[in-house]
C-alpha cells in the first residue's frame, strides 16, 4: 500500500514554529511530487505547500514567507518547517505524495493519516 507517513504535530503558542515530516512510502512506485495540506474545521482541504521531483516549489498566498517545503531525495522524506504560526493555522495537515507505476504515465496521489496542528497561547 502506497502511504506516506507524517509526524510532528502539535501545540504551539502564536509566533511559534514547527517542524512537520513526511516519509514517503516505499512500494517502488516513483514519485512525481509531495506536498502538505490542511483541512480546518468546517473548511475544506487546501493545498499548504508543494515540491516536485525536480524541486520546484509552490505555496498558498497565506503562507509565502513563514513556511518553506524542502526534501531529502535520498530518504524520500519532506518538511515543512512552519515560523511565525498563527491562530488561523490551526488544521489538521496531511501529506500527499503522487507517484506513477513502472511504466505508466498515469499519477496516483495518496494521503497520509494526518497530523494535528494547534496554535493557540
Known amino acids: 500500500q502506497v502511504q506516506p507517513v507524517e509526524s510532528g504535530g502539535g501545540l504551539v503558542q502564536p509566533g511559534g514554529s514547527l517542524r512537520l515530516s513526511c516519509a514517503a512510502s516505499?512500494?517502488?512506485?516513483?514519485?512525481?511530487?509531495m506536498g502538505w495540506y490542511r483541512q480546518a474545521p468546517g473548511k475544506q482541504r487546501e493545498l499548504v505547500a508543494r515540491?516536485?521531483?525536480?524541486?520546484?516549489?509552490d505555496y498558498a498566498d497565506s503562507v509565502k514567507g513563514r513556511f518553506a517545503i524542502s526534501r531529502d531525495s535520498a530518504t524520500n522524506t519532506v518538511y515543512l518547517q512552519m515560523n511565525s504560526l498563527k491562530a488561523e493555522d490551526t488544521a489538521v495537515y496531511y501529506c500527499?505524495?503522487?507517484?506513477?507505476?513502472?511504466?505508466?504515465?498515469?499519477?496516483?496521489?495518496?494521503w497520509g493519516q494526518g497530523t494535528q496542528v494547534t496554535v493557540s497561547s
Open positions: 515540491i516536485t521531483s525536480g524541486g520546484s516549489t
Open positions: 500527499s505524495e503522487d507517484y506513477t507505476f513502472v511504466n505508466s504515465d498515469y499519477v496516483h496521489r495518496s
Open positions: 516505499e512500494s517502488g512506485v516513483s514519485i512525481k511530487a
